[in-house]
């Protein structure tokens, strides 16, 4: 079973996706003229520069504010692929994963603004007169595709599940028996009821302790990897060469900065850092599509900036300070690059003890659950485009939702994460799609032109 899905996996991430993330990206790129690094002054001011101003303004009654809805989106990016996912790419890809992480991460906002700024200029409301909003309604009403919509949604379906619930769960429930001996059949009924008294709350709720978790889960984790590498400086230099000259080594070439032949080469480098960077931002799913989708400010270019703002913090700071920690560490204490997901809690406490240990399990334990509940709200967006609503509907996606994070803590997933690839995959496709057919609408802000509504916006293309 096992060697059927990592042979499945290759098909899938094979070269042909590859191409299809990155030409996205790079078109993008070059039609916006590289707006993700001549814009960067702009894109930093309309977003980690406007927070403070933001949250001084009046949020009515559930109404989301702009830095939850941040928040919310960074929660469903930074999870537990930004340690574990991290630790397996450089297990599989050896330092030069991370060259090509970075690589696909710069190309990837621009694929972030695009899909974000289509889904709000596409977005409609529901019955209820919530929005509806991603790649699934994109295609319907954008460009004419509903079957293409119904193969997203039932991906997202699926990736929420997998993805968003098992994989988060079941690394949760690692982090907490490695760290404090808990057993897993109670980290399961914990979570279940924890995440399930948030998400019944509904989506100002969801938004709301994604507000709280992410920024002290962040300063907890980027603070402990700090200590690391103030320990570890004299290696950074050394790893620094050592990501570059690998990220182009013929297969084989590669060593191990422990010592002894790697067999990394080029080709795995790419593709497990191609991969789990897309994993870690998921720039090119369709998911921060549906996450923006909720934001009061629907002006569809601020809301794009944000997507590219999250996909450099995502990746650029937090998935690098990871390889940084891992490859530091391995070098000064001269442990080997192996042992995948276990890779990144050993870095931490050959450096700092128990200290380290109990850090970087907790930060685990926050990001996952902050995952676990943003992915639900973009699970249940999904299936309720697939059966049309209805309460039924969202009790049972509900029901569905919380049992697949249970099994995922008390089951170890041996393949979980070349399955969680393997779905990633097969969901971008249509979105990647869309995001191709309709790159004509898309604008791009600059600072003389005003910035119009997600109504004018839908004006303008005849929506």
């Known amino acids: 079973m096992a060697n059927w899905i990592h042979q499945l996996h290759q098909i899938v991430w094979g070269p042909w996706l590859l ?102 200029c596409h977005r409609v409301q529901n019955q209820e007169g919530k929005w509806l909003c991603g790649p699934m309604v994109t295609l319907k009403k954008g460009a004419g595709l509903p079957f293409l919509a119904g193969v997203y949604g039932l991906f997202c379906v699926l990736a929420s599940l997998g993805m968003g619930s098992m994989v988060q769960a079941n690394s949760l429930a690692e982090a907490a028996e490695f760290a404090w001996g808990i057993p897993r059949w109670s980290c399961g009924i914990i979570l279940v009821l924890l995440a399930g008294i948030v998400i019944k709350g509904g989506t100002k709720r969801i938004a709301g302790t994604a507000g709280r978790l992410i920024p002290w889960s962040a300063a907890i984790y980027l603070t402990a990897s700090l200590a690391v590498l103030c320990l570890c400086w004299r290696q950074i230099p050394v790893v620094l060469g050592q990501i570059i000259s690998a990220a182009f080594c013929p297969e084989g070439a590669a060593r191990n900065l422990a010592g002894g032949a790697a067999g990394w080469g080029m080709k795995t480098a790419v593709q497990y850092g191609v991969a ?54 391995a070098a000064q204490k001269g442990f080997p690059l192996e042992n995948g997901a276990a890779l990144a809690v050993q870095s931490f406490s050959e450096c700092l003890g128990k200290l380290g240990e109990y850090t970087v399990a907790l930060s685990m334990m926050l990001f996952a659950f902050a995952t676990i509940i943003a992915w639900y709200y973009m699970g249940r967006q999904a299936a309720e485009y697939m059966v049309g609503g209805g309460k039924w509907a969202s009790v049972c996606y509900l029901i569905a939702y919380l049992s697949a994070s249970f099994l995922g803590c008390i089951v170890r997933l041996e393949t979980v994460w070349e399955l969680a690839d393997i779905v990633n995959g097969l969901m971008a496709i249509p979105n990647l799609a869309a995001i191709l057919l309709l790159a004509d609408q898309i604008h791009y802000p600059t600072e003389k032109k005003r910035i119009q509504s997600g109504s004018e916006k839908r004006k303008a293309i005849g929506r």
């Not at 949020?59 to 809805?69: E, F, H, L, R, V």
């Not at 970075?102 to 889904?119: D, F, K, N, Q």
Request: charged share 10%.
């Open 276 to 329: 789990r960077g897309v994993f870690s931002n998921e720039a090119g799913l369709g998911s921060l599509a549906i996450l923006h989708g909720t934001a009061e400010d629907g002006r569809p270019e601020i809301q794009g900036m944000w997507a590219i703002f999250e996909v450099f913090f995502d990746t650029i700071l937090v998935c690098s300070v990871t390889a940084l920690v891992i490859l530091c560490a």
């Open 19 to 120: 191409i299809l993330f990155l030409g996205t990206g790079l078109y993008l790129t070059v039609r916006s003229g590289g707006f993700q690094i001549r814009g960067i002054g702009l894109w930093m001011k309309h977003t980690a520069g406007s927070l403070l101003v933001r949250e001084k303004a009046t949020i009515g009654a559930g109404k989301i504010s702009q830095i939850q809805t941040a928040c919310t989106a960074l929660a469903a990016t930074i999870g537990t692929g930004n340690i574990v996912g991290v630790a397996t790419a450089l297990t599989a890809g050896g330092p030069g994963a991370v060259f090509w992480m970075w690589v696909s991460a710069m190309i990837g906002m621009m694929t972030a603004y695009g899909e974000t700024w289509l889904g709000i």
